[in-house]
C-alpha cells in the first residue's frame, strides 16, 4: 500500500517539553512538506524539504525543527520556543503535480 | 505573491440539493488549481485538479469545477450532494514558478441536512 503515514494520532506534552512527530512515505517523492492547522483556518506550511539534505523554512516556521536524512523521512520537532504549539498537524509529499496528504498527528499541549 | 479565497465559511445545504462552494485567487503567474476534502479529524484528499485543457473538471464523488480565466475562479459544484458530503473542503492554487507549494484558501465547510 503506497501512502503517506504519521504517528501518533494524538499527543500529549507538557508545555516546555520538546516534541517530534513523525512522517513516512513510500511514494518515492522527493518533496515533502509539514503544515499546521488551526480551527476556522487553512493550512499553513511550516517547512518543506525538496530534496534529501535540504530543506526550507515556510511561512511560520519559528519554535518548529525538521531533518530530511531519508528521502522516505521528514520528522518535525515541536521545540519549547513555540508560544502555541496545539494543533493539527500534516505531512504531506509531491508527486508532479499534487500534494498527497497523511492522516494528520493532532497535537495538545497542557 | 498569491493569495486564495474562500468567501464561504460555511454552506448548509439541504440533501439532494445542488450545491455550489467558490474560489477566487490572485497570482501574477499562472497556476494550477486543485480542490481538497477534508472529513473531521483526517488528512486531505484531493478531489479534482486543473492543469491545463478543458476549462472544466471532473472529480471523484461527483464533484466537478470549471476554471474560469477571466475571473480567477474555480468554483466546485455537484449537482446532489449527499448527508456525507458533510465536510471541509480546501481551495488551492500552485504557482508554476514554485517549487511545489500550495497556497491554500480558508475552507469552507459544507453541511448537509437530511
Known amino acids: 500500500d503506497g501512502g503517506i503515514t504519521q504517528s501518533p494520532k494524538y499527543l500529549f506534552r507538557k508545555e516546555g517539553q520538546n516534541v517530534t512527530l513523525s512522517c513516512e512515505q513510500n511514494?518515492?517523492?522527493?518533496?515533502m512538506y509539514w503544515y499546521r492547522q488551526d480551527p476556522g483556518q487553512g493550512l499553513r506550511l511550516i517547512y518543506y524539504?525538496?530534496?534529501?539534505?535540504?530543506?526550507q523554512k515556510g511561512d511560520i516556521a519559528e519554535g518548529y525543527s525538521v531533518s530530511r536524512e531519508k528521502k522516505e523521512s521528514f520528522p518535525l520537532t515541536v521545540t519549547s520556543a513555540q508560544k502555541n504549539p496545539t494543533a493539527f498537524y500534516l505531512c504531506a509529499s509531491a508527486g508532479s503535480h499534487e500534494q498527497y496528504f497523511g492522516p494528520g498527528t493532532r497535537l495538545t499541549v497542557t | 505573491a498569491q493569495s486564495v479565497t474562500q468567501l464561504d465559511s460555511q454552506v448548509p445545504v439541504f440533501e439532494e440539493a445542488p450545491v455550489e462552494l467558490r474560489c477566487n485567487y490572485s497570482?501574477?503567474?499562472?497556476?494550477?488549481l486543485f480542490w481538497y476534502v477534508q472529513y473531521p479529524n483526517q488528512g486531505l484528499q484531493l478531489l479534482l485538479k486543473?492543469?491545463?485543457?478543458?476549462?472544466l473538471v471532473k472529480g471523484i464523488n461527483g464533484f466537478e469545477a470549471e476554471f474560469n480565466k477571466s475571473q480567477t475562479s474555480f468554483h466546485l459544484r455537484k449537482p446532489s450532494v449527499h448527508i456525507s458530503d458533510t465536510a471541509e473542503y480546501f481551495c488551492a492554487v500552485r504557482p508554476l514558478d514554485s517549487s511545489y507549494k500550495l497556497i491554500f484558501g480558508s475552507g469552507t465547510r459544507l453541511l448537509v441536512r437530511p
Open positions: 497570482s501574477s503567474v499562472s497556476v494550477y
Open positions: 486543473y492543469l491545463s485543457g478543458s476549462t
Open positions: 524539504s525538496q530534496i534529501v539534505n535540504d530543506f
Open positions: 511514494l518515492n517523492h522527493d518533496a
